[in-house]
């Protein structure tokens, strides 16, 4: 078990009390007082929180958004006709692409066969210069035999 979840009597602890330094007021020249208007100063509210506290302060209206202006009515034709405009440039975008996909991919096949032709080619040309050059030669030298009932006799 961790020391911190031992059960053991409380000990007692340094507490530090901070106490607020008053400000002196400000040292003003007897400036008159303006009365404000009542809708100026908001009204002090009072809360009762479940504990039985009371928590007293300002109330604080929230904050109202600007009105905002009315748009003008965008017809319903005009709307198809930007969407239509869209898709169109959209599918000869995708077009394009694809022809450039398709040249590219026929170029490749293109290329591919060349390269079997250039290797098929030179294994034959390999094949038919190493078999009269390098092949080893047996002589072969016939003399009169004699053949009879097929036995050799030389």
């Known amino acids: 078990m961790h020391p911190e979840h031992a059960r053991h ?4 602890r340094a507490v530090e009390v901070h106490h607020p330094t008053p400000i002196p007021p400000a ?4 400036a008159p007082l303006v009365p404000a208007p009542p809708g100026a100063v908001p009204a002090v509210a009072s809360v ?12 604080i209206e929230p904050a109202k958004p600007e009105p905002v202006a ?5 017809s319903r034709a005009a709307v198809n006709v930007a969407l239509g405009g869209v898709g169109f ?5 995708g077009l ?23 290797i098929f080619g030179g294994w034959i040309a390999v ?3 190493s078999a009269s050059g390098h092949r080893e030669r047996t002589t072969v030298t016939i003399r009169k035999a004699v053949f009879k009932r097929n036995h050799f006799h030389g």
Do not use: E, H, N
Not at 51 to 59: C, I, K
Not at 104 to 114: F, G, M, S, V
């Open 127 to 129: 094949q038919v210069f």
């Open 96 to 118: 394009l692409l694809l022809t450039s996909f398709i040249a590219a991919l026929a170029a490749l096949i293109q290329q591919l066969i060349i390269l079997a032709a250039v």
């Open 27 to 30: 040292a003003t020249a007897s």
């Open 89 to 93: 440039l959209a599918v000869c975008g």
């Open 9 to 12: 009597a409380p000990a007692a």
């Open 70 to 74: 009315a748009k003008p009515a965008v």
């Open 48 to 59: 009762v929180l479940p504990d039985g506290r009371v928590v007293t302060g300002y109330t």
